[in-house]
């Protein structure tokens, strides 16, 4: 128990849930390897910053901001990067950032990690767009809404293979989506108040419903070390997940009794 509340407490520091929550945040600095880079921090697929090495980045609706974070007491400000409109979440994998736009996904290369660079940009209809990278592929749901000005509620997988060139491997249609997670083959999405699914996602081009959470309210999840931590409207849940099995087995429960 006492390693799953750590974990936990490493999450909460470092990972923005959701706007629906009305929370802020981000991915904080951790001892993890995560997102494919030897010091990268660990969040849910709505954080809007994240950790990579020494630097701190931070998105806003049109904007992206570098911080320089190797001396942790006194963070230095670095550079603006200018990304258009309706931004909405960042996400690190091997050296890139891949941000969520309500207009599609942009990619940015971390070579100079002062100033990341365009490197493309996938575009889709307007939408709440969340997206988690695994390998050669992207997965980002897109979830009609009023603030997200689209009706499209579905997941697209996104082959990043050639990083200059993204394109549309498949779509799958789903209730509500919000956040995302994957882990090796198995992938969760989060449907708001209709629950939680579970996929095993070995066979990309037929991707197999597990089970299906329906009493779960989720809004973003984050699976790390079969330890899946589910953001809820009620609070932060942990649950013990075996892929292979298709099993969800409860730990326990932050609540949040208010905002």
Known sequence: MKKYISILIIVLVSCESSSDLGLSGGRG?????AGGDSNTGIGGSMARFTIVDDYLYTIDSWTLKS???????????????NLGWGIETIFPYNGN???????????????????????????????????VVQGDYAFVTLRGG????????????I?????????????????????LGVDDNCLFITEGEYGLKMFDISNLENIE????????????????????????SDGFHQYNY??????????STIPINSL
């Not at 990083?163 to 919000?178: A, G, Q």
């Not at 075996?242 to 730990?251: K, P, Q, V």
């Open 242 to 251: 075996d892929c292979e099995l298709g099993e969800i087995e409860y730990i």
């Open 67 to 81: 911080y320089d974070i190797s001396d942790q007491q006194n963070p230095v400000y670095k550079e603006d990067v």
């Open 29 to 33: 600095e951790t001892s993890f390897s």
């Open 209 to 232: 419903l597990i089970k299906h959470f329906e009493d779960i309210s989720s809004i973003d999840v984050i699976p790390f070390m079969d330890v899946l931590m589910v953001i809820g």
């Open 146 to 157: 009023t603030e997200c000005q689209g009706f499209s509620n579905q997941l697209d997988i």
């Open 159 to 179: 082959d990043i293979s050639d990083l200059v060139r993204p394109e549309l491997f498949k779509t799958y249609s789903m209730i509500n989506p919000h956040g």
């Open 97 to 131: 950032l891949f941000i969520g736009a309500q207009s599609g996904m942009h990619i940015y290369n971390l070579d100079n990690k002062q100033s990341p660079e365009w490197v493309s940009t996938y575009e889709h209809m307007t939408s709440c767009d969340p997206v």
